[in-house]
């Protein structure tokens, strides 16, 4: 661990943002309600605006976001960063959702309201949060993967077994697995292919629907999935889920976090978290199985550009090729 983790901070719930400046709850609420953002994205602006706005009732005496200076919001970064010891990628979500309000009250609000006539958006321009870092990303290994496997395999845990086949084969991330049908598993595998592809999954992306596009399930998902249907003993519509008192419904995010944190990071003796299997399974595939990066960024990693897996996801550290240097 580089840096201790910050404590959340406290939920701003509905008491509390009453005693919020009416003026900027009903902008919040505006702004809100018209962006094309995904259910998750906009519950994290609701909340960072909140956030934002209790800040300011707290200790800038509840003032009109109108008069809100550049100096005030860096007094907010700083209790982001030196306060509450937040992280830098924490500070940023909390800079862009004020930064996307100041933008719509700009570009919108300004024409109809006087006090925003000469309103700018007082983020910008501001220094860039310096970056970094509580854990170093270390990946998955083939050779991980396989204790992890055998590991959950004894222990009987055929859930976790087809979730971790699945998260490290195919590349999903944890907001899209608990998407998957278990119609896959009847899938025909095309002559001469080693893999299916998926019905429609939702990527990350703006808007409702998001990005939308298939994912390709290769034979070692396939394996253990099959076998999580073998033992779990009733039929789902989805592949990876939880029955409850009585109540089967599709993992939750929760389940994920806490079956890292708690089932693989007690098997490898180190943290593991689930973003880290997408990042690996594209590390094995550039390192071990040589395929080129362009084929792994569009059709495992769904970027469109690889500049964004090489900066987020390629975890090779090119170690052969270090020893060559200076050889």
């Not at 962006?35 to 994205?41: F, N």
């Not at 596009?213 to 999580?228: D, R």
């Not at 098997?267 to 990042?279: G, V």
Request: aromatic share 12%; proline share 3%.
């Amino acid at each position: 661990m580089l840096r201790n983790i910050a404590e959340k901070l406290t939920p701003i719930d509905d008491e509390k943002w009453q005693m919020v400046n009416e003026d900027y709850r009903s902008l919040v609420e505006e702004y809100i309600s018209v962006q094309e953002h995904s259910p998750k994205t906009k519950e994290q602006y609701k909340s960072g605006l909140r956030q934002f706005g209790y800040y300011v009732f707290k200790n800038m005496n509840n003032k009109p976001f109108h008069k809100i200076s550049k100096r005030d919001f860096l007094r907010y970064i700083s209790f982001l960063r030196e306060t509450r010891k937040m992280s830098s990628s924490g500070i940023n979500l909390k800079k862009a959702c004020v930064s996307s309000l100041c933008n719509y009250i700009e570009n919108v609000v300004a024409d109809d309201d006087d006090n925003y006539k000469t309103f700018r958006n007082f983020t910008r321009g501001l220094p860039a949060v310096t970056k970094n870092h509580v854990f170093h990303k270390v990946k998955i290994s083939k050779d991980d993967y396989d204790l992890i496997m055998k590991t959950l395999i004894d222990d009987e845990n055929y859930l976790g077994a087809a979730w971790v086949a699945f998260a490290f084969n195919v590349g999903a991330r944890r907001a899209e697995i608990p998407q998957f049908k278990a119609e896959i598993a009847k899938y025909p595998i095309p002559e001469g292919s080693n893999y299916v592809m998926s019905h429609i999954i939702r990527l990350k992306g703006r808007g409702e629907d998001g990005k939308q596009e298939p994912y390709m399930i290769n034979e070692e998902a396939l394996k253990y999935i099959n076998l999580w249907f073998e033992k779990r003993g009733y039929e789902h519509d989805y592949i990876f889920t939880v029955k409850y008192g009585g109540q089967i419904s599709p993992i939750s995010e929760s389940w994920t976090n806490d079956f890292c944190k708690e089932t693989l990071s007690n098997i490898l003796n180190r943290r593991i978290n689930p973003h880290l299997f997408k990042a690996s399974c594209v590390t094995y595939l550039l390192e071990v199985k040589k395929i080129p990066i362009e084929l792994v960024s569009k059709f495992v990693a769904h970027h469109e550009n690889i500049a964004t897996t090489i900066a987020h996801y390629d975890l090779r550290d090119f170690a052969e090729e270090k020893n060559k240097i200076f050889g």
